[in-house]
């Protein structure tokens, strides 16, 4: 299996609703991110787990908060979104978690905040 | 703060024409990546390149990473249809703990 799987693939959620987007690889990779990417932007920076610990948060407010159940998992808990919320919300995977390794991206999540 | 620059930002070629997109850090790089995304999809990787002025090649896309290791290129041969996307450079932040993105070429390509 070489693929990141990101549920669901579409979202559109009210600005008092909370969910979940979920990200999972059985790759083996030992290191797993979160990207925002808004429309013709390139992907951004939210969070990375490295050996399923937060090794950076880069100051995403904490109506995001991410989780990593185990080495295959990786959720994004969503809490009271902004219409500037809306975007595509990448996964990635590496190996080994140094920078060496090319990321495996996961065809994200589409969310919409209204 | 550290930046990946890219240009231009969009590049319309006919078919058969050549493309290069151009990426330019404002630090040292250990290592450069190089992603493709399509229309509607995710970025996919292509390539790193580690070593000073080292060059890779696959197919018709040659990729170069500059002599100070703060530049790479992507040059693509006599582009094609499936050639449309936007081509991203990627490079370590400065924690050296996960990739920033250079903003991206966008390539279309008319037959």
């Known amino acids: 299996d070489t693929e990141v799987t990101q549920t669901p693939k579409h979202l559109v959620m009210g600005m008092t609703n909370k969910k979940s987007l979920k990200c999972e690889q059985h790759?083996?990779?030992?290191?797993m991110y979160w990207y925002k990417q808004k429309a013709k932007k390139p992907p951004e920076l939210m969070f990375v787990?490295?050996?399923?610990?937060?090794?950076i948060n880069e100051s995403v407010p904490s109506r995001f908060s991410p989780e990593c159940p185990n080495s295959s998992l990786l959720n994004l808990h969503l809490h009271a979104l902004q219409p500037e919320d809306s975007a595509l919300y990448l996964c990635?995977?590496?190996?080994?978690?140094?920078?060496?390794?090319?990321?495996?991206f996961g065809s994200g999540t589409r969310l919409t905040v209204v | 703060g550290q930046q990946v620059m890219q240009i231009p930002q969009y590049q319309h070629v006919q078919e058969g024409e050549d493309f290069t997109t151009y990426c330019n850090s404002s630090?040292?790089?250990?290592?450069i990546q190089w992603y493709k995304q399509r229309p509607g999809g995710h970025p996919v990787f292509l390539i790193q390149?580690?070593?000073?002025?080292e060059v890779k090649k696959q197919k018709r896309l040659t990729f170069q990473f500059g002599e100070a290791k703060k530049n790479s290129s992507l040059h693509i041969t006599a582009t094609q249809t499936t050639d449309v996307g936007t081509y991203f450079c990627?490079?370590?932040?400065?924690?050296?703990?996960?990739?920033?993105f250079g903003k991206g070429t966008t390539l279309s390509v008319s037959s």
């Open positions: 990635a995977s590496s190996q080994g978690g140094h920078l060496l390794d090319g990321y495996t």
């Open positions: 790759m083996g990779h030992r290191a």
């Open positions: 787990y490295s050996y399923e610990k937060l090794s």
């Open positions: 630090t040292t790089l250990s290592n």
């Open positions: 390149l580690v070593k000073s002025g």
């Open positions: 990627a490079g370590p932040n400065q924690a050296g703990t996960a990739l920033i």
